[in-house]
């Protein structure tokens, strides 16, 4: 099956501070989805693009399927946006195959 | 709109029971898959279900199995619960080949 790699794996960052999460994935896919897992688990979708860019408010994403990456923009963190972020490419038929995530923590 | 809802919430068994988790998918939405998550680890893909056909299998044991109904809602069953069954499961839905949305998911905690 397809390989997901996120990184980096931990962040901490100073409320304010911007940062970019890269995705890697090892095969041509149809389907790529950003989440946020809040702290109760819930899967938030953030954005649905397998390729291109695209923004939303203070978050944008860019994926660049030729060269098999996505990277999620996060400008002028705020507290809110702690949590866990996870790419997930889809395998055909919207089975979806999920990266270890992205660990963000903003500190005040 | 509802949204992908799930029952229960959270759940307590003991090795060797039985368990059966239920999903309701958003409204429009005729596709249901189920995804494992251990703690610390991105979702696994168990099976997705179709036209009431399980459509797609992951890595999952026999176990596993599950059901769709004829207004597209699911339920997961999992047999001889094994300590390492612990886990979110998380529901997801999405018309075919559309964009998926998840459940709050099942703490199912095996003792």
Known sequence: ?????????????????????????????NNLQWFHQNPWGQLINLFYIPSGTKQNGRLSATTVATER?????ISSSQTTDSGVYF?????GNNR???GKGNQVVVIP | DAGVTQSPTHLIKTR????????SPK??????????????QGPQFIFQYYEEEERQRGNFPDRFSGHQFPNYSSELNVNALLLGDSALYLCASSPFAGVSFFGPGTRLTVL
């Open chain 1, 96 to 98: 979806l195959a999920f």
């Open chain 1, 87 to 91: 790419c997930a490419v889809g395998e």
């Open chain 2, 27 to 40: 409204s429009g939405h005729d596709t249901v898959s189920w995804y494992q998550q251990a703690l610390g």
């Open chain 1, 1 to 29: 099956g397809i390989q997901v790699e996120q990184s980096p794996p931990d962040l901490i960052l100073q409320e304010g501070a911007n940062s970019t999460l890269r995705c890697n994935f090892s095969d041509s896919v």
């Open chain 1, 69 to 73: 990456y996505s990277l999620l923009y």
């Open chain 2, 16 to 23: 060797g029971q039985q368990v059966t988790l239920r999903c």
